[in-house]
């Protein structure tokens, strides 16, 4: 059985950084995508960035690209979202998940990924 389990949210301040992170357990990773949402209170869960490793891309929101980098330790299982610049709206539980089979047009649907984490809280305060 596939375990996610993410790490690292807290309460911050606007212009902090903070550096989730999200370790995988129960199968092989290497080959799989691996996703960050989030979600805010009475908004729908939203894409962040995802990497497929295969073809060495990461895709990034347009929200949090340039502010956001995702890397992978794959040895570790675990993948991190080093979030920096980080504004209010940046607020919302962060999920990591796992997409067994890539399609660049379903990398962004949460509704296509397979397993999910319980999620991390991140509050960035004005």
């Known amino acids: 059985q596939v375990q996610l389990v993410e790490s690292g949210g807290g309460l911050v301040q606007a212009g902090d950084s903070l550096r989730l992170s999200c370790v995988a357990s129960?199968?092989?990773?290497?080959?799989?995508?691996m996703g960050w949402f989030r979600q805010a209170p009475g908004k729908e869960r939203e894409f962040v960035a995802a990497?497929?490793?295969?073809?060495?891309?990461?895709y990034y929101s347009d929200r949090t690209k340039g502010r956001f980098t995702m890397s992978r330790d794959n040895a570790k299982n675990t993948v991190y979202l080093q979030m920096n610049s980080l504004k209010p709206e940046d607020t919302a539980v962060y999920y990591c998940?796992?997409?067994?089979?890539?399609?660049?047009?379903?990398?962004?649907?949460?509704?296509?990924?397979?397993?999910w984490g319980q999620g991390t809280q991140v509050t960035v305060s004005s």
């Open positions: 998940a796992v997409l067994r089979r890539f399609h660049p047009l379903t990398i962004r649907i949460p509704e296509q990924y397979d397993f």
């Open positions: 990497s497929n490793w295969s073809a060495g891309r990461i």
């Open positions: 129960g199968g092989t990773f290497s080959g799989y995508v």
